[in-house]
């Protein structure tokens, strides 16, 4: 901004301006000077600097409303007590679509209302755990079931029946703003290392990306319910073995497969070791099951040699 003001207070030489620029922007002083060359005509101005003014008052309104919703807030009854709040994860600490700080005390303010951190689910920030108080407010008992809060957010399967026949299937399409938070969370998952990000790709290479996406902020809904209703802290071990019970499952299928058809699956080695269980990649389209296949050697019982699949 200090550029832009400058620019509206009738300086226009280059190398001056760009001795302004943000220490974070990696770009040279040359480079900022060579982009800042230009005809600075009147009307370009004047749109600039109404621009500049609705900018600043949005600022403005948007500092007035989140002091409102601090007051708001403060008006909520505490479920627990803010200093057993466990440790920020690093997404929180270094927070980039708002003030570290802002974030870390928001964060608190929340779980003191809930009486549990949401934010320790992969995919969930401290902006996600603002709507979802917004919304739904500090009682969940208005759902009877975490089917039932899935099914009012328009995340799990309508299917329309006549006759024990199903004629469609699908999700219906609802205006919630939980589940596009949620759906939004889900997407983030794409590089998550936890076992909801490899549930996310492992459905996105099966489905695609849009069923993946209301798949994975189904999942999402569930967990924010539960961990809403019995204030227990989230536990990732739980869909860890949940993740490895569907590799053993695969495992077992493709030697089903091999031995019907004549071959045996033996675990592939690199320099003499084995190649480890969990194969994990960033990539969006590799999945376990793909990383499986990669692990394993197929032998054909009248040969000597193994075949990588």
Same mark, same amino acid.
């Given at each position: ?20 620029? @943000? ?40 500092? @007035? ?24 994860? *690093?997404?929180?600490?270094?927070? $980039? ?137 989230? @536990? ?36 003499? $070791? ?27 019982? *009248? ?7």
């Amino acid at each position: 901004m200090a550029i832009i003001d400058a620019i509206l207070s009738g300086e226009r030489d280059p190398q001056k301006l760009a001795q302004l620029r @943000d220490p974070r922007i990696l770009a040279s002083s040359e480079t900022i000077a060579k982009s800042l060359v230009g005809d600075y005509r009147r009307e370009h101005l004047f749109t600039l600097r109404q621009a500049v003014a609705l900018y600043r008052e949005y600022q403005r309104k948007i500092v @007035d409303c989140e002091a409102e919703m601090q007051e708001l807030m403060k008006n909520l009854g505490s479920k627990a007590d803010p200093s057993s709040l466990p440790a920020p994860k *690093e997404s929180v600490k270094k927070c $980039k679509v708002m003030n570290p700080g802002r974030a870390l005390a928001l964060r608190e303010e929340a779980y003191r209302i809930l009486g549990v951190g949401l934010t320790t689910i992969p995919g969930i920030s401290v902006l996600h755990v603002q709507t979802i108080l917004a919304e739904l407010g500090p009682d969940s008992s208005k759902f009877r079931s975490a089917a039932a809060f899935s099914s009012w957010m328009g995340l799990c399967p309508d299917n329309d029946i006549s006759g024990g026949k199903v004629l469609w299937s699908g999700t219906r399409r609802v205006k919630n703003r939980i589940a596009l938070t949620l759906r939004l969370a889900a997407q983030s998952l794409q590089h998550s290392q936890s076992a909801l990000g490899e549930f996310y790709r492992r459905m996105r290479a099966k489905l695609g990306a849009p069923k993946a996406i209301t798949a994975a902020a189904h999942k999402l809904a569930r967990i924010v319910y539960h961990l809403l209703t019995t204030r227990q802290p989230y @536990d990732d071990s739980v869909f860890t073995n949940a993740e490895e019970r569907y590799r053993r499952r695969a495992e077992f299928r493709l030697k089903a497969q091999a031995q019907a058809l004549g071959f045996t699956l033996t675990p592939a080695t690199i320099s003499g $070791k084995e190649v480890p269980q969990k194969l994990r990649t960033r990539r969006t389209g590799d999945i376990r099951k793909r990383n499986l296949a990669s692990a394993i050697v197929v032998r054909h019982p *009248e040969t000597s040699e193994g075949q990588r699949k």
